[in-house]
Structures are given as structure tokens and as C-alpha cells.
């Protein structure tokens, strides 16, 4: 394990640091980023057809991806769908559904979040909205690492399948600030390893961390949830959060923490206009 921190280092010292950013400016402007995010991505890996870096480690290393065709004819998440759908069926003890809670009853939505509440001023993401319609009903929250809300997120994303990311920044000072926080969440270093989200996502895509080849930061929250062999089941994207941070050996945030939330924001606002392609399976 040391040994290979030490590699992962030594490659993060030699990768060369152009961090996709737009030129410095004190004003907070989402499109030029947008811009400088997707060229830094689309000229770095300029084999990868653009609506392929939703597929993650797959979409960077051929070999992984013949492993994917083979498992994908049985799909590991099928379990988790067919779960989510009957649960997002099933009323609540008021009568109620999930459905209820939601723009089109639910289906097809996953595109839109998480998204900028202008009530509350802060940002909402899919899985904390599932969790706020349940305490609205009656019924306790559900933990934000395990299968229920696995199996909720999995079913809903099935039903997004191909709709393009349509996250909006509107011009809201609130808004902006939270992008703000969560790109700068993004950007720095933390954990006894010092690295950020950027040093492994952004400076090292392709690249193996032990058995791993890691995703791009463009699009890698289309995929979720994420069925791993590695865990032997599903993961929300509170748990890979948590998980990312605990592999730099920094304590990781509580699931849902604002500053979590925003960093999804901004990580889902860099994927505008690329497919859904959750839930998926990762080896
Ligand atoms: C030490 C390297 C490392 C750092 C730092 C790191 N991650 Fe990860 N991340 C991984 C590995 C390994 C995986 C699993 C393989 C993969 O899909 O990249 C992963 C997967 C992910 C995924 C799921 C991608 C997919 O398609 O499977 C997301 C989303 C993600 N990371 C977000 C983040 C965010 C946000 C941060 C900063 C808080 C972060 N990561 C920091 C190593 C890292």
C-alpha cells in the first residue's frame, strides 16, 4: 500500500499541471470553466468520443472495457432497478408516493439534479430530495450509504437513461456561491496524501491506483449509483464521496454535507449535455 502511494506520487510530481481552468478572474463564471473543463478533457484524450467519458475508467483503458461488454449482458445493478421501482411504487404509510415528491412523477428526471433551490438557497441533490420527500411523508430518512437509497437512485437514473445533464447556475448570488464552494472543493489538497479530487480525476485518468483505472472528471457522476465487485453491491455517490476522501486518508465529510453537495454541483454542471448512463457497474 505504501509503495503504491509512493507511485501514485511520484506520478502526480511528473503529471504536468495544467488544471482546467478558465483564466484567472475574481468573477465566478461557470461557462468559461465549462469551456476550459470539456477542451482540457477533449484535447487530452482526444480518442475518446465525447459521450464516452460518462462510461468512467472504461472510456480510457480497452481492456476493462472488453471485462464491461462481457458483465453487461447481466447487468449486476438489474437487482437494484427492479428493487427501486417496486419501492418508488409502493405508497408511504399516508398513502402518498416517491412520485408525488417529483416533477413527472419521478421518471426521467435525473438529468436536473442536483439543482439550485431558490426556497432554501441551497443545493439539492437526487438523494437528499428522496430523503426530504420521505420525512415530508412521515417516514425516516433512509442512510445515504446504503441499498435502499442505492436501489432508489438506480431506478430513477434507469428511467434517465440518455437524457442530457441540464444543470443550471441561475443568477443567484447563493447560486454562484455554491458552485463556487464546490469547484473550490474540487481544486484543493487535503488528507495525509495531500491530494485533491483533481490530482486523481483531472492529472491521472487512465491511470491505475492498485486495481483501479481511474475515471475522468468529465462526466464521472453519470454513472450513478455504481454497482462494484468490490463491494459486492451498490454505491451512491455519498458513498463513493466518502470513499474518495478516505483513500487520500483525509476524514471524510457526513454524507450530504453542503460541501459535498456542491462539489456535485459543479462536477454535474462540467457534464451538462452529456448523457445519463447510470446505474452502471464498475469491476
Ligand atoms: C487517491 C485518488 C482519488 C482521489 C483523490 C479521489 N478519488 Fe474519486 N475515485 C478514485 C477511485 C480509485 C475510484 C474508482 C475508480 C474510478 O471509477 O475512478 C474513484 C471513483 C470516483 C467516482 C465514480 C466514478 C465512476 O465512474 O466509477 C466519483 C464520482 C468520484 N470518484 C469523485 C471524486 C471526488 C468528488 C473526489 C474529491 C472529493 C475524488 N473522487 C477524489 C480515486 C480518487
Not at 449482458?73 to 428493487?83: G, I, K, S
Request: proline share 7%.
Amino acid at each position: 500500500m505504501r509503495r503504491l502511494y509512493s507511485i501514485l506520487i511520484a506520478m502526480m510530481l511528473l503529471a504536468p499541471a495544467h488544471p482546467p481552468r478558465a483564466a484567472a478572474d475574481d468573477a465566478v463564471n461557470p461557462d468559461a470553466d465549462f469551456k476550459a473543463f470539456r477542451d482540457y478533457f477533449t484535447k487530452t484524450f482526444a480518442k475518446v468520443p465525447l459521450d464516452d467519458f460518462v462510461n468512467g475508467p472504461y472510456s480510457m483503458d480497452a481492456e476493462l472495457r472488453k471485462q464491461w461488454q462481457a458483465i453487461d449482458d447481466f447487468p449486476p445493478y438489474d437487482f437494484a432497478v427492479e428493487r427501486g421501482k417496486e419501492m418508488f411504487a409502493t405508497p408511504f404509510k399516508n398513502g402518498k408516493t416517491y412520485g408525488d415528491c417529483f416533477a413527472n412523477k419521478g421518471i426521467g428526471i435525473r438529468q436536473n439534479y442536483p439543482y439550485f433551490d431558490d426556497n432554501s438557497g441551497e443545493i439539492i441533490t437526487l438523494e437528499l430530495a428522496l430523503n426530504r420527500c420521505r420525512e415530508a411523508n412521515g417516514e425516516a430518512p433512509y442512510s445515504y450509504v446504503k441499498d435502499e437509497m442505492a436501489s432508489l437512485t438506480a431506478y430513477m437514473a434507469f428511467t434517465s437513461r440518455g437524457k442530457l445533464f441540464d444543470i443550471k447556475i441561475p443568477n443567484d448570488p447563493r447560486a454562484r456561491a455554491a458552485y463556487e464552494n464546490g469547484k473550490r472543493y474540487f481544486y484543493t489538497r487535503r488528507g495525509q496524501l495531500n491530494f485533491s479530487c483533481a490530482s486523481c480525476h483531472v492529472q491521472n485518468p487512465g491511470n491505475h491506483i492498485r486495481t483501479e483505472v481511474l475515471a475522468p472528471a468529465l462526466g464521472i457522476v453519470a454513472g450513478m449509483p455504481i454497482y462494484r465487485s468490490e463491494w459486492n453491491g451498490m454505491g451512491t455517490m455519498s458513498r463513493r464521496l466518502v470513499t474518495c476522501n478516505s483513500q487520500t486518508r483525509a476524514v471524510p465529510l457526513t454524507p450530504q454535507d453542503e460541501d459535498y453537495r456542491d462539489v456535485e454541483y459543479y462536477l454535474t454542471f462540467m457534464a451538462n449535455g452529456l448523457p445519463v448512463s447510470g446505474p452502471a457497474a464498475r469491476p
